[in-house]
């Protein structure tokens, strides 16, 4: 398949994984996905590419001890300017957790927060334009944001990335929403209620697998574990799981569209 090689400002374009057993997370989800790790980098203080088919689909580094980074998956958002996108967090009531900072000529990197506590990160891209494997079976399909404030974190994401937003009708009164720009969906929002009891506000990335039950079957017998579901989108049969060191991730079987 033909890599992907361009995300518009707004667009999620890429994932990575921060685990405290590297080795351990390379057997899951390799196990699961088909993925093959690099070599730790050196001069990226251990992070490395994740592939599938040789082409990239997330980064993974493992937590060095003190590091006070969090177990999980973090998402990056594409932006042509991220200067500019910092000047829109720190207006729109955001926090900036880590300064823009040049990755080599790969690109340049920031973190933020947004004004209900979801952390997230912002790409400008250089040689490095995002996930080549995406959409498709093993890799990134879609993002969703839990969040308890879902009116606070609307105007957020509209102000920093032009979104428009869709309030999605449903019988299970959900609060969810539908970020889109030009026309194309890119990610959703969800208002967490109390039965999500202490969980904090989040990004979570969903990755497509080509059977959800077969691939529920097989995180289990990785030792992951199923957190919720499968459950009904309009994207296919999806459901909340977690790999055996801590992180959270989706998997959607895809069958359907948010077009």
């Not at 993925?35 to 590419?49: L, Q, S």
């Not at 995180?219 to 799981?241: C, E, K, M, N, W």
Request: charged fraction near 20%.
């Amino acid at each position: 398949m033909t890599p992907r090689t361009e995300y518009s400002d707004g667009a999620p374009c890429w994932a990575d994984l921060i685990t405290p057993d590297r080795d351990g997370a390379a057997r899951f989800y390799g196990g699961l996905f088909d993925w093959t790790f690099d070599p730790p980098h050196p001069g990226f203080n251990g992070y490395a590419m994740v592939r599938r088919n040789g082409q990239s689909v997330a980064g993974v580094m493992q937590i060095a001890p003190g590091s006070g980074m969090q177990v999980g998956w973090n998402m990056h958002f594409s932006a042509a300017d991220v200067a500019a996108t910092v000047r829109k967090i720190a207006a729109a009531g955001g926090r900036i957790a880590f300064e823009p900072h040049p990755v080599a000529s790969l690109g340049v990197m920031m973190f933020a927060t947004d004004p209900t506590g979801a952390f997230f990160g912002v790409w400008q891209p250089g040689e490095h334009r995002g996930a080549e494997w995406a959409y498709r079976p093993g890799g990134m399909c879609w993002h969703e944001l839990y969040t308890r404030d879902g009116a606070r974190a609307d105007a957020f994401y509209r102000a920093v990335f032009e979104y428009a937003q869709t309030t999605i009708a449903n019988d299970k009164q959900v609060d969810y929403s539908r970020y889109s720009r030009d026309g194309r969906p890119l990610c959703g929002r969800l208002q967490m209620t109390g039965a999500w009891g202490e969980v904090p506000p989040h990004w979570l990335t969903y990755f497509a697998v080509e059977d959800i039950e077969t691939s529920l079957a097989r995180v289990r017998a990785l030792d992951g574990r199923t957190i919720h579901g499968p459950y009904a989108t309009p994207l296919g049969p999806s459901a909340l799981v977690g790999d055996p060191y801590g992180a959270m991730f989706g998997l959607t079987q895809v069958t359907g569209s948010y077009v």
